[in-house]
Antibody, heavy 131, light 109 residues
Framework: QVTLKESGPVLVKPTETLMLTCTIS??????????VSWIRQPPGKALEWLAH???????SYSTSLKSRLTVSEDTSKRQVVLTMTNMDPVDTATYYC???????????????????????WGQGTTVTVSS | DIQMTQSPSSLSASVGDRVTITCRAS??????LNWFQQTPGKAPKLLIY???ILQSGVPSRFSGSGSGTDFTLTISSLQPEDFATYYCQHSYSSPPSLTFGGGTKVEIK
């Protein structure tokens, strides 16, 4: 069974650095094209994609938050870690991690075409930024 | 960056209604478009990937269509459990970025 679980502080102060951990089970980030994404959702607002890391250690970040984000993997612990610097009250949100799964279809029966979907999500962890 | 715009932002419908939600990308994303359903207090659930491919276990009343910049999610006969917020998301480029649309809340009429 594939599961992901987020953990980290419930409350952080403005200007502090947030570190969140996503512990994965039932799959491996060593599998080709597999990845883990971080997504957040402020109260009552839309989902916002933050970052992801793929099996070949390729990383990608939201353009608007790139300067504040770092994503890394601890393979031995089966964990993906997100750090966000210089936290602000507007960063108050539920933070989710999710598996990025590579769905493959064959074009003309020969050429593989990959679609990437967030197929399994963690339950989310709520982070409040306040002094 | 590719921007995703959903419309409407909310709609009211009755059980049994046919519901259509649209999503527009700021540039062509081929068929690299996903749809999610989110109910209050829960994590989103993947409904459709590749613009039109139903995720395993998702009821067949859900369907997706479109390619390029314009996409549609259709619920053929709205059920009580379908009242939720729906998000589109693109997964274009390599490695893919996964920008979400602003969401469409489907409410009971």
């Amino acid at each position: 069974q594939v599961t992901l679980k987020e953990s980290g502080p419930v409350l952080v102060k403005p200007t502090e650095t947030l570190m969140l951990t996503c512990t994965i089970s039932g799959f491996s980030l060593s599998s080709p094209r597999m990845g883990v994404s971080w997504i957040r959702q402020p109260p009552g607002k839309a989902l916002e994609w933050l970052a992801h890391i793929f099996s070949d250690d390729e990383k990608s970040y939201s353009t608007s938050l790139k300067s504040r984000l770092t994503v890394s993997e601890d393979t031995s612990k089966r964990q993906v870690v997100l750090t966000m610097t210089n936290m602000d009250p507007v960063d108050t949100a539920t933070y989710y991690c999710a598996r990025v799964y590579p769905y493959v279809t064959m074009v003309q029966g020969v050429v593989p075409l990959y679609y990437y979907g967030l197929d399994v999500w963690g339950q989310g962890t709520t982070v409040t930024v306040s002094s | 960056d590719i921007q995703m715009t959903q419309s409407p932002s909310s709609l009211s419908a009755s059980v049994g209604d046919r519901v259509t939600i649209t999503c527009r990308a700021s540039q062509s994303i081929s068929s690299h478009l996903n749809w999610f359903q989110q109910t209050p207090g829960k994590a989103p659930k993947l409904l459709i990937y590749g613009a039109s491919i139903l995720q395993s276990g998702v009821p067949s009343r859900f369907s997706g269509s479109g390619s390029g910049t314009d996409f549609t999610l259709t619920i053929s006969s709205l059920q009580p459990e379908d009242f939720a917020t729906y998000y589109c998301q693109h997964s274009y480029s390599s490695p893919p970025s996964l920008t979400f649309g602003g969401g469409t809340k489907v409410e009971i009429k």
